[in-house]
């Protein structure tokens, strides 16, 4: 896998694409809302993936191409532009992060657990939960500080959960196949 100066290539765009249809999937079919503030899925795995494998502009695009296709497929709720774009952070905060590591990483050692637990923190803890949260209590009148609440102990459950998923994607694919 090269990182650093690359161009975007029509190869890595259909890969992001695939994710992002993966991810429609995972957030559209799989996802289940509570109490319309917080939502239990994976759709943004692949929105991660994709930054972290592809780089953060693939996984911005890919985020952004995941929101707003699944928003025309299947509205779940009123569609809100911040929305959006978080999902275009869930996947160029990764890549950004990722390209840190791969200058500084000894070879072999790219993406380990813990690397890959500190590119999803600021995913799942920053852009998922704050972000989310400004745009829930913008569009539902609540106050910040009660909709952060109970989003803080799911954003506490998902972060390993998304850690140990992401890190075990990435090992097996870089094992059985050339990503």
């Known amino acids: ?3 650093g100066r690359k161009s975007i290539s029509a190869q890595n765009l259909v890969k ?8 429609i999937v995972l957030t559209r079919l799989f996802g ?18 994709s930054g972290l494998l592809f780089g953060p502009w693939i ?15 299947s509205a779940r709720g009123t569609p809100h532009l911040g929305f959006t774009l978080t999902s275009a952070l869930e996947g160029i905060i990764p890549g950004l992060i990722a390209i840190y590591y791969v200058k500084h990483a000894k070879k072999g050692k790219t993406f380990t657990f813990g690397r890959v637990f500190l590119a999803v923190l600021p995913v799942v803890m ?3 939960l704050i972000l989310n949260t400004v745009w829930l209590s913008q569009l539902y009148g609540n106050p ?23 890190y075990t ?11």
């Open 32 to 49: 289940f809302d509570y109490l319309e503030i917080i939502r239990i899925g994976f759709g943004n795995i692949p929105i991660m993936l």
């Open 144 to 166: 910040f500080s009660i909709v952060i609440q109970p989003r803080i102990i799911a954003a506490l459950i998902m972060l390993p959960i998304h850690s140990f998923l992401i």
């Open 59 to 73: 996984g911005g695009i890919t985020g952004a191409v995941a929101d707003i296709v699944g928003i025309l497929i």
């Open 16 to 23: 992001g694409a695939f994710l992002a249809a993966i991810s």
């Open 1 to 3: 896998m090269k990182y």
């Open 169 to 179: 994607i990435i090992k097996t694919l870089n094992k059985s196949t050339r990503i």
């Open 126 to 128: 920053g852009s998922s």
